[in-house]
């Protein structure tokens, strides 16, 4: 693992802002799987502002998305559905040939879960895939558990996902989430790993001691052969 600890959150998304670019200048129809939360907004900042200088960089580009809070409405302003259409996808002009992602409010999540499969079955595996480290080292909506699934799933959401800013300021609370697997990031060509917010610093630790532990699904990183982690200076001090 590729680990780099950047001065600030600005100079920590403008690194990531790189990694994504120079892997879209070598495959033009990159395969993208993207995080949501405070994390890669930055990221995601500055790829618009480069779409604006260079939009057909981002011409063949396509977009899977990462995780979802589930039993709420499609576009309910929290849903990670609503983030990355606002930080991602129309600013950078992806169309829906070339986006897909789990629905909130889908019928049967079961079926919705199958067809994301199918999809990376078809599209896949991911050539990079942007992850962000949860608070008590979950991986998308792979939580901490005796045991992991490999692929797509509905996932019982703990207490601690619950608290997430994006959760915590809903009205009408997610009753389950819908993420990719862990074989399913893992098989990812490249994966991009950011890590801000200071009450991470424990969380961090105990991801840096290279111990692999199903409780803290972040570890399974360290199997793979190309991972790089950005870390903000502040959440190790």
């Known amino acids: ?24 200048e070598k495959k033009r129809d990159l395969l993208l799987c993207t995080a949501t939360g405070n994390s890669p907004t930055g ?26 809070w589930g039993g709420i409405p499609h576009m309910h302003p929290g ?75 509905i996932a019982r959401l703990t207490s601690a996902s619950m608290k997430h800013s994006m959760a915590s300021e809903m009205q009408v609370k997610p009753t389950y989430g819908l993420t990719l697997g862990i074989a399913d990031i893992l ?3 490249k994966i991009l790993m950011l890590i801000t917010g200071n009450e991470k610093r424990k969380i961090v630790d105990k991801f840096l001691s290279e111990k692999i532990t199903t409780l803290l699904p972040a570890s399974f990183l360290w199997l793979h052969p190309n991972v790089v982690c950005l870390i903000e200076k502040d959440t190790m001090e």
């Open 1 to 24: 693992m590729e680990i780099e600890l950047c001065e600030s959150y600005e100079a920590l998304s403008l690194k990531a802002s790189e990694v994504v670019l120079n892997e879209l």
């Open 79 to 153: 849903t990670c559905e609503s983030y990355l259409q606002g930080h991602l996808i129309r600013p950078l002009e992806i169309n829906q040939s070339r986006y897909t992602g789990f629905k909130s409010d889908a019928e049967n999540p079961a079926m919705e879960c199958q067809a994301i499969q199918d999809y990376l079955n078809r599209k896949g595996p991911i050539d990079l895939c942007i992850l962000g480290l949860g608070i008590n080292g979950h991986l998308a909506f792979n939580e901490p558990s005796d045991d992991l699934q490999a692929h797509c799933h």
């Open 187 to 189: 098989q990812s060509k």
């Open 43 to 68: 990221t995601y900042r500055l790829l618009g502002e480069k779409f604006k200088l260079h939009p057909e960089l981002f011409d063949q580009l396509h977009v899977v998305k990462l995780d979802e």
